[in-house]
C-alpha cells in the first residue's frame, strides 16, 4: 500500500498522531533481556505489540541496531511489524543523503532489504541525491528541514535571500518541485513549535515527523496547535526514550503501553 494512504487510514483507525520510535539501547534493557543474542529484536517486538494499537507509525532509528550488528534483527522486526500489525506504516529513520548511484543503494536498503514504508532523508545534496527515494511513488521521502536540536539553528536558519531561511527553502522544495509523486512529508523538530507553524503554512496539508516530545522536552500543546493540518490531522508526532524506557523491569512493555496512551491522549486533547 502506498505510504500516504496507509498514514491517512492509520491516523483515521487508530484516532493517532503518536510515532512511537524504536530506539534500542541495550544499556538500558531490562536485566532478563541481558546475555540474549536476540534481544534487540525481543525488547522492540514487545514494544511493538504493546503499543502498536496506539499509534499512527513506528519509526526504527538504523543506527542502534548497526551499532550492535543487529541489522539482521531490525530485518525482523520490520517483517514482524508488516506481519502482526497491518495497516502500521514503518518510517526507517536513517537520514540518507549521498548522491545519486549511491542512494540508490540506500534505497534498496532501505525499501527492499529492511521492508522500510519511508525514510528520513537529509537534503543538504539537492535534488538529484533525493531522486531514487523520490521516484517511489509508493514510499515516503521523509526531509530533514527543521531539526529538533540546538545546532539545527546553524544553517537551518540562513538568509538564502530575500529574507527567506534555509528551512523554509526546502519546505518550499518539498511542497512543490520535489513532491511530483506526492510522496514527501518534512521532519520539523517539536522543540521549534513556532517553525512547525512556518512549515505548516507552506506546505498545506503535507504529513510532518515532529520528534522532540518526552526526552527532549518538547511542548505538545504547541506542537500540535502549529503543526496539526486542516483535518486536525497531518502529523507523525514521535516520542522514542520516553516510552521506550517508562518502565525497566520484566513489564516494561507494559509501562511503554501506559506512557505510549498517555502521550497519544494528551496529543488529541489540541487536535
Ligand atoms: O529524523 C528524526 O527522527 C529526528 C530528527 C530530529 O530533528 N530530531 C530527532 O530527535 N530525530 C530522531 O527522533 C528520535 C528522538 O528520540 P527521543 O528524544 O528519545 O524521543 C531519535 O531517533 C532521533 O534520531
Redesign the pocket.
Known amino acids: 500500500m502506498h505510504f500516504m494512504t496507509a498514514l491517512a487510514d492509520a491516523w483515521r483507525n487508530r484516532d493517532s498522531l503518536l510515532c512511537v ?1 524504536l ?1 534500542p539501547d541495550p544499556a538500558r534493557f531490562p536485566k532478563h533481556l541481558a546475555g540474549r543474542p536476540d534481544a534487540i529484536f525481543e525488547f522492540c517486538r514487545e514494544i511493538v505489540d504493546a503499543t502498536a494499537d496506539l499509534v499512527c507509525a513506528f ?1 526504527p ?1 538504523i543506527a542502534y541496531f548497526a551499532a550492535h550488528r543487529a541489522e539482521d534483527q531490525l530485518e525482523a522486526l520490520i517483517s514482524h511489524i508488516h506481519e502482526r500489525h497491518p495497516g502500521t506504516p514503518v518510517v526507517l ?1 536513517a ?1 540518507r543523503g549521498d548522491i545519486g548511484s549511491t542512494a540508490k543503494q540506500y534505497a534498496v536498503e532501505a525499501f527492499e532489504r529492511f521492508g522500510a514504508d519511508a525514510i ?1 532523508v537529509n537534503p543538504f545534496m539537492g535534488r538529484d541525491s533525493l531522486e531514487p527515494y523520490l521516484g517511489r511513488p509508493d514510499k515516503g521521502v521523509i526531509v ?1 528541514c527543521r ?3 540546538p545546532g ?1 539553528s546553524d544553517l537551518q536558519f540562513l538568509d538564502v535571500g530575500g529574507g527567506e531561511r534555509l528551512f523554509e527553502r526546502v519546505a518550499r522544495l518539498a511542497a512543490t518541485e520535489w513532491n511530483a509523486s506526492g510522496n514527501v512529508g518534512l ?1 520539523v ?1 517539536a522543540t521549534f513549535p513556532a517553525e512547525i507553524g512556518r512549515v505548516r503554512e507552506l506546505t498545506g496539508d503535507m504529513p510532518l ?1 515532529v ?6 522536552g518538547g511542548d505538545v500543546a504547541a506542537t500540535v496547535r502549529a503543526g496539526r493540518s486542516a483535518a486536525g490531522t497531518g502529523l507523525m508526532i ?5 516510552i521506550l524506557y517508562a518502565g525497566s523491569d520484566e513489564h516494561f512493555a507494559e509501562a511503554a503501553r501506559r506512557a505510549a496512551e498517555t502521550t497519544r491522549d494528551e496529543i488529541n486533547r489540541y487536535r
Open positions: 520510535g530506539d519509526k532509528q529513520d537520514k528520513t530533514l531539526t529538533s536540536n539545527g521532519v523538530g515527523l520528534p522532540g516530545i518526552g526526552a527532549q514521535n516520542s522514542s526514550r520516553a
